[in-house]
């Protein structure tokens, strides 16, 4: 197997919960160096049960050492690990890393190549910089969950931590390209997103019908906002999602399912009037679906070249077998679970194959390991020791 891409890369990881380590995840899965710094107490550790899945999952392939950051001498071992790192990422509150002197500012005199990166719940200045942060007050102030749901419901919360996740992505994303850059000004940055930033963005297109068009999205259920006829319709024994949007996929699916009628219905002839009568057009194909099983009109439609798809729990996702060919569960051996499987990366590389290398390690697990590398005897290790109370 080829090396991995991201191996030459020294990663000093200080995130907590959930949107700082999907970013450090991206880089320990290519090959980064991931040194985890965990309190000497994993009590105080945020981010649920160590052998829980969500920890394992996030944790993946990295090494943990155990510091106590209050202390002078544990910071004095950040220190030295900053001194040979790339990349440094916290997801701190905005004002914590000032207090324990571990700032962007201090950080780049000792190492001036240092990528530093900050995921912070609103932004590291401005108005709401002191606010506590978390996903669902983000998908709320975002407009995410002014969007999700049933027309007149009120708001609905994504079933995923949306704004954490896709921070997690960009904060990645932007260390990517902070080191790109650094290949020519020979400088690191200070890479800073939030969960607002994150969840603002990927409102995407329903954003910019605000910003360009005025009009302000609301709840459309199941179905799509635009791309009429586009959403979840019920077959004799469940549901498919459907997406015959467009005048040549349209007319293929009314072809498919022998509903010609509704090509030349003066209702249903063009994308406007679909969308102006999309309530009767919906009611019309629910009537259709009815008649026969999901499994034969996903094989139908999808002969047809008309996109449609199960609506699958999440058991039957990793039990379909193009998951399986893609390989998004991954195996990994834990010493104490055994072996588990964890979500693998959403994309390949050519020359490149992916797997997991190591389970989450336990809190500290590689402190004297990594105490070692960095030039502590034994004596000096022993005496951080006492001092961690560890």
């Not at 609301?218 to 635009?226: E, K, S, V, W, Y």
């Not at 010609?260 to 919906?282: A, K, P, Q, W």
């Not at 259709?288 to 009109?297: A, L, V, Y």
């Not at 336990?362 to 004596?379: K, Q």
Request: with cysteine.
């Amino acid at each position: 197997m080829s090396a991995l891409p991201l191996e030459r890369f020294r990663v000093v990881d200080l995130t907590r919960v959930r949107a700082g380590p999907t970013a450090v995840r991206q880089l320990a899965d290519w090959g980064a160096q991931v040194i985890k710094v965990e309190m000497p107490d994993p009590s105080q550790s945020l981010g649920g049960p160590r052998h829980g899945s969500d920890f394992q999952n996030l944790h993946r392939n990295k090494r943990s050492i155990a510091l106590d950051l209050k202390s002078p001498e544990h910071r004095e071992v950040l220190m030295r690990l900053v001194e040979r790192a790339d990349v440094l990422v916290e997801n701190y509150r905005p004002d914590v890393k000032h207090r324990l002197g571990i700032d962007y500012e201090t950080l780049r005199k000792i190492n001036p190549r240092l990528v530093y990166a900050s995921i912070s719940g609103f932004g590291q200045d401005g108005p709401y910089r002191d606010r506590p942060g978390v996903d669902q007050i983000a998908q709320g102030m975002g407009g995410l969950m002014s969007i999700t749901g049933l027309p007149g419901q009120g708001p609905v919360r994504a079933g995923i931590a949306v704004a954490d996740v896709t921070a997690g992505l960009y904060c990645a994303l932007g260390i990517l390209t902070a080191l790109l850059g650094r290949e020519v000004s020979g400088e690191g940055q200070w890479v800073q997103t939030s969960l607002l930033q994150a969840q603002v963005a990927i409102l995407d297109f329903q954003a910019t019908r605000w910003l360009m068009d005025r009009q302000v999205p609301p709840q459309a259920g199941n179905d799509h906002p635009t791309a009429i006829p586009t959403g979840v319709f019920p077959t004799l024994d469940g549901y498919i999602n459907l997406a015959a949007a467009g005048q040549s996929i349209y007319e293929r699916f009314c072809r498919a399912v022998g509903a010609e009628r509704l090509i030349t219905d003066e209702r249903f002839r063009s994308d406007g009037r679909r969308s102006r009568n999309r309530v009767e057009l919906n009611a019309e194909i629910a009537q259709i679906m009815k008649t026969n099983s999901s499994e034969h009109w996903v094989r139908l439609l999808n002969e047809a070249g008309v996109p449609c798809g199960p609506i699958n729990t999440i058991d039957k996702v990793f039990a379909d077998p193009q998951v399986a060919h893609l390989k998004l569960a991954q195996p990994v051996e834990h010493p104490k679970l055994g072996t588990i499987r964890l979500v693998g990366q959403p994309f390949q590389l050519s020359g490149v194959e992916h797997k997991l290398r190591s389970a989450a390690p336990e809190a500290g697990e590689h402190s004297e390991e990594i105490l070692r590398e960095l030039g502590y005897d034994a004596a000096a290790i022993a005496r951080l020791r006492n001092r961690s109370g560890s």
